[in-house]
C-alpha cells in the first residue's frame, strides 16, 4: 500500500508492466536442412551434383515446386547467380552495432556488455567440451545463409539454441522450404516436415522474418520468382545460338566433286552397272567427308584435281543485328526479373551517369532486401537472449550502411560525423555510452569521465570544404560520376552556402 500512496496515480497509468521472460526449452528443437529423418542415421550424407558439364539447364524446367527449381537455377544460371551474390556482398556489409535500451529508450550498459559477449562468443568460443565438432557458425555466417535462404524462399527463420542451463548458445538457421503453418486461433503455428514427420516449432526461439509478405497467404514469395521464365527463356536461346553458331557465322570448308571424272576413275565392272556405279561414288564422298572433317586448323590438304575445295561464309548480313536485339531483351527481362539492374549484371549500356545511378538504386534495394531484414532477424534474437538473464531491454542490431567507396576515402565523412556526435554528446544531447557506440561501436571504458552536456566541444565555423577527397580546392568536382549526377545543391555548412 506505501508503494501505491507515494507513486502518483496518473505516472502509474502511463508505465507499461514489464514483459516476463518467456518459458523456453534446452537443446535445439529444429533440424538441419539437410537432415532425412529425426533418428540418426548410420549412412552417410549425400552430396547434390547438379553436373551442369554434362545437364542442360532446360531440364530444371520438370522442376513441379518454383522455389526448388529457382534455387538450381541460383546455382546454374549466371545472371541469376550473379545477382544473388551482389545481394549479399553489397547488403551484408563488414561491421555492426550493437546496443540495448530500456523501455524508456534510456541506454542500458550492463545489457550492451551482456550482448556483445554473446555475439564474441558465438563468433569464436563455442562449447568446447559439449559440442565436439563444433558447428557453431559466426554471426555472419549464419547472416549469408539467410539471405540466401531470403532471396530464394521470401522468408528467413532462425532459433536460438539453448543449453542445458537454458542459456544462450548458438543462432542456427532453418530451411524455409520444409515449413508449414496449421492455423491456431487467428494467427498460425509452424511444424518443419522431416522424414515425412512434423517437428513442432511453436516455442519463443524459433523467429520467422518474411519479406514483402502478402496478406492473403501463409507463406512468402521469392523476390527472384519472377525471372524463372527469362532465365529459361535465354538458356534456350542461348542453346539455338550455341547449335547455329558454327553453321550461320563462322566460315566451313566445302567439297565439290566432280562426276564426270568419278564416273571415268570407277572399276569397269561399275561403269555400266548403276547401283555398283552408286556406291562407288557414296564410299568415295564418304571417305571425302571423313578427312575433311578430321582435318586440324595446321594440317595440309592434298586431293587430285576432281575435288574442288572452296570456303562458304558464315550466315547473313542481318544476323549479328537479330542476335543483338534479341540478346539485349531477354537481358532486360532478366533484370526486371531478378530485381537488379543492368550494370549490376554486366549488362549495362548506358552513359557513367547511368551506371552509377543504377548502383545507386541497387544500393538501397539491397540496403532493404538485405541488411534491414537481417537487422531485424537479429535484433529479435539478441532481445530474447538478453531477457533471459532477466534483463528488461530491447536489443538493437544494425549492420553498417552500405557505402561502396574505399576507406581511405570515407576518412572525410567519418571525421564530419565524429564532429557532429562530439558536438550532440557536448550539449548533452545523446549519452557517453551512446555517442561511444557510434562512433566505435564499443562502450566507453571503465572509469571514464562523463561528458554529456558539459559543453566541452565547442561548435567549429564550417570551412564549405568538399569532405570527396581530391576536392578541397574550392573546385566542385570529386566523388566521382555518381556524386556529379546526384550531387544536391544543398549548402555545405549550417547557417547558409559556402562562399
Known amino acids: 500500500m506505501r508503494d501505491l500512496y507515494e507513486t502518483p496515480l496518473w505516472k502509474a497509468a502511463t508505465q507499461l508492466a514489464p514483459v516476463e521472460p518467456p518459458k523456453v526449452k534446452p537443446k535445439q528443437q529444429s533440424y538441419p536442412g539437410y537432415a532425412t529423418g529425426v533418428q540418426p542415421g548410420e549412412s552417410r550424407l549425400r552430396r547434390e551434383d547438379l553436373g551442369l558439364a554434362n545437364v542442360d539447364i532446360l531440364s530444371f524446367r520438370t522442376e513441379t515446386d518454383s522455389r526448388k527449381l529457382l534455387s538450381r537455377l541460383i546455382r ?6 550473379g545477382a544473388a551474390s551482389a545481394y549479399l556482398r553489397v547488403g551484408l556489409t563488414q561491421d555492426y552495432k550493437c546496443w540495448a535500451r530500456n523501455m524508456d529508450g534510456s541506454m542500458n550498459r550492463e545489457a550492451t556488455k551482456l550482448a556483445h559477449e554473446l555475439i564474441r562468443r558465438w563468433d569464436l568460443v563455442p562449447n568446447y567440451n559439449e559440442d565436439g565438432f563444433s558447428q557453431t557458425q559466426s554471426m555472419r555466417s549464419v547472416a549469408e545463409s539467410l539471405g540466401l535462404e531470403l532471396l530464394t524462399n521470401g522468408a528467413m527463420c532462425g532459433e536460438l539454441v539453448l543449453d542445458k542451463a537454458r542459456l544462450p548458445a548458438k543462432i542456427v538457421g532453418i530451411p524455409v522450404l520444409n515449413i508449414r503453418f496449421y492455423p491456431d486461433d487467428k494467427g498460425s503455428r509452424p511444424v518443419q516436415v522431416v522424414g515425412g514427420e512434423e517437428i513442432d516449432l511453436d516455442y519463443p526461439t524459433i523467429f520467422y522474418t518474411a519479406l514483402d509478405q502478402s496478406l492473403t497467404t501463409a507463406y512468402a514469395t521469392s523476390p527472384l520468382e519472377s525471372s524463372i521464365q527469362p532465365v529459361l527463356a535465354d538458356t534456350e536461346y ?13 566460315p566451313r570448308l566445302q567439297a565439290i566433286i566432280d562426276s564426270e571424272k568419278v564416273q571415268k576413275m570407277a ?19 564418304a571417305e571425302a567427308e571423313q578427312i575433311i572433317n578430321g582435318l586440324s586448323p595446321e594440317d595440309a590438304l592434298v586431293a587430285f584435281d576432281m575435288i574442288e575445295f572452296s570456303y562458304v561464309a ?41 551506371a552509377s545511378s543504377e548502383t545507386l538504386l541497387f544500393m538501397k534495394t539491397a540496403d532493404g532486401t538485405i541488411r534491414r531484414k537481417l537487422n531485424e532477424m537479429f535484433s529479435k534474437i539478441l532481445t530474447l537472449a538478453v531477457r533471459l538473464f532477466g534483463e528488461d ?22 571525421a564530419m560525423r565524429q564532429s557532429r556526435v562530439l558536438e550532440q554528446l557536448s550539449y548533452g544531447f545523446i549519452e557517453d555510452d551512446d555517442a561511444a557506440i557510434q562512433l566505435t561501436g564499443k562502450l566507453t571504458p571503465e572509469g571514464f569521465t562523463p561528458l554529456s552536456g558539459t559543453l566541452f566541444y565547442g561548435a567549429k565555423p564550417g570551412t564549405g570544404d568538399n569532405p570527396y577527397s581530391g576536392s578541397n580546392d574550392g573546385s566542385k568536382s570529386g566523388g566521382g560520376a555518381m556524386n556529379q549526377s546526384l550531387k544536391p545543391a544543398t549548402p555545405k555548412k549550417a547557417g547558409g552556402k559556402s562562399q
Open 267 to 285: 572399276p569397269p565392272e561399275a561403269q555400266n552397272d548403276p547401283e555398283a556405279l552408286q556406291a562407288f561414288q557414296q564410299r568415295l564422298k
Open 314 to 354: 558464315g550466315g547473313t548480313g542481318d544476323v549479328p543485328d537479330v542476335v543483338k536485339v534479341l540478346q539485349d531483351l531477354l537481358n532486360a527481362k532478366m533484370s526486371t526479373g531478378s530485381k537488379t539492374f543492368p550494370s549490376v549484371l554486366g549488362h549495362g549500356t548506358g552513359s557513367q551517369n547511368a
Open 76 to 81: 546454374s544460371n549466371p545472371d541469376l547467380s
Open 238 to 250: 542461348l542453346n539455338d545460338l550455341r547449335r547455329v553458331m558454327k553453321r550461320a557465322m563462322l
Open 393 to 414: 531491454v530491447a536489443v538493437t542490431f544494425a549492420y553498417d550502411p552500405i557505402d561502396l567507396r574505399p576507406e581511405s576515402e570515407l576518412e572525410a565523412f567519418f
